[in-house]
């Protein structure tokens, strides 16, 4: 996408004025939390059993999801002073794509769990500022509805590659012929992780055919089928699960993308300088450093302590991005910090989303965008190109 990203006539941090003068003269306060790493506890309440179990839980013990956090909480910013910041520029390109800040959604399936209208709330709050949507293989949404909702934004498509190699190639297609830009094949999820949450409810929301929209308007999918969906709709939801897991893969198959894609590739779920390394090697445009948000490997490495070393590994050969665990614009200011180009944002979002639809995306959006833009600014940058490691400070451990 070339379009220009929309900006503010001033900086993002203005809402935080917005916000007080509301207060003050309209009497009126914020439906949901400004405080983002709270929403979570907001956000319980408004979510069904069975859809909190799926999105707000990790893998196993839940010790990889700690783990991010934790690794957040071992940086510190070092603000600077006296540095003319009276105005501030976020926007950016990351692979061709303007984006207004170094932002973008990360992909997540099954969206309509959380709210009815799904991932369609998630891409217009997302297009209305120009915040880029990467759209989930298992969405509840297909292709061709979140293109129609997103209309000239910027979108990107997260592949889970399926076994069938026909309707591999025709969701690439179906992305190409809908204006999804970029292509981001996740590698950590060649198979589910062990979720208690989900397996004590025996729950799986894509074997009640809800997160496979792609997969039920896809003509390949389709053909497979010995029954219309309408007829037989636990045998489409089977289809589904054979041809998801996906372990066999391997590097080998690269190659295979780069034929059937024309724009740029990341792969995402890298937590390993090696892999960083490989997929520079192999041709690939980027990787996201990510560990799922813990829903994966239950004792990974946290996502924050493996950017240092895929950034120094491939930093000046490829886009390095980063997700699992943020939830603040602090946050966000350490991964730049780290050697982030930019940041996916994931379970906050949802969060938004089951709490007031399409309001409350933007509402998350618009907070974090106000957040890092303010933490910038009060940390003495115009910009976050002008982080570094310099910008922060290890945190001293307390004496026991
Ligand atoms: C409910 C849910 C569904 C997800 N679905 C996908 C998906 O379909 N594809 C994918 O690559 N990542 C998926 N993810 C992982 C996110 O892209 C991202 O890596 C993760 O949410 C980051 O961690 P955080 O939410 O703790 O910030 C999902 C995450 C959640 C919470
Ligand atoms: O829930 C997830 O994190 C996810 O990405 C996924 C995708 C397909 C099947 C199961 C889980």
């Not at 209208?117 to 709050?125: F, I, K, P, S, W």
């Not at 990341?266 to 192999?282: N, P, T």
Request: charged share 20%.
């Amino acid at each position: 996408m070339t379009q220009e990203a929309p900006h503010p006539p001033g900086n993002y941090g203005d809402h935080q004025l917005g916000i007080y003068l509301n207060g003050m003269f309209a009497d009126r306060t914020p439906d949901l939390t400004t405080d983002l790493a709270a929403l979570e506890d907001q956000a319980r309440a408004a979510l069904a059993p069975e859809a909190l179990g799926y999105v707000v839980p990790s893998a196993g013990s839940g010790a990889t999801a700690r783990a991010n956090r934790e690794a957040f909480d071992r940086w510190r910013i070092v603000p600077r002073v006296l540095r003319s910041g009276a105005r501030r520029d976020l926007s950016c390109e990351v692979l061709g794509t303007s984006m207004p800040a170094p932002l973008l959604i990360a992909p997540m399936g099954v969206q309509t769990l959380a709210h009815p209208d799904g991932e369609l709330a998630t891409v217009r709050a997302a297009a209305a500022l120009g915040v880029p949507y990467v759209h989930s293989t298992q969405a509840a949404h297909s292709f061709e509805q979140i293109a129609e909702a997103g209309g000239d934004a910027p979108r990107w498509y997260q592949l889970y590659w399926p076994t069938d190699r026909e309707v591999c190639l025709s969701f690439l297609e179906r992305a190409k012929a809908t204006g999804f830009s970029t292509l981001v094949l996740t590698l950590d999820t060649p198979m589910l992780g062990w979720r208690p949450a989900d397996l004590n409810r025996g729950f799986l929301p894509f074997l009640r055919n809800v997160g496979i929209a792609n997969y039920l308007t896809d003509p390949a999918f389709l053909a497979k089928l010995d029954k219309p969906v309408a007829e037989d709709p636990g045998a489409a939801a089977l289809h589904w699960a054979k041809m998801f897991p996906n372990p066999g893969l391997s590097w080998a198959d690269l190659p295979f993308l780069r034929e059937h894609w024309d724009g740029p590739i990341l792969l995402k779920g890298i937590s390993a300088a090696e892999d960083a390394r490989l997929a520079a090697d192999h041709g690939m445009d980027g990787v996201v450093v990510s560990n799922h948000g813990g829903r994966q490997v239950d004792g990974a490495i946290g996502a924050l302590d493996a950017l240092p070393a895929v950034a120094d590994a491939v930093g000046d050969r490829i886009a390095v991005l980063f997700d699992s665990g943020v939830r603040t614009g602090a946050d966000t200011v350490k991964a730049l910090a780290l050697g982030a180009r930019a940041v996916l944002l994931g379970r906050p979002v949802l969060y938004g989303l089951a709490l007031a639809g399409q309001e409350g995306v933007d509402h998350v959006l618009r907070c974090l965008l106000a957040e890092l833009d303010l933490t910038l600014a009060l940390s003495g940058y115009v910009s976050h190109r002008g982080l570094s490691r310099e910008s922060l400070a290890c945190a001293q451990r307390s004496a026991p």
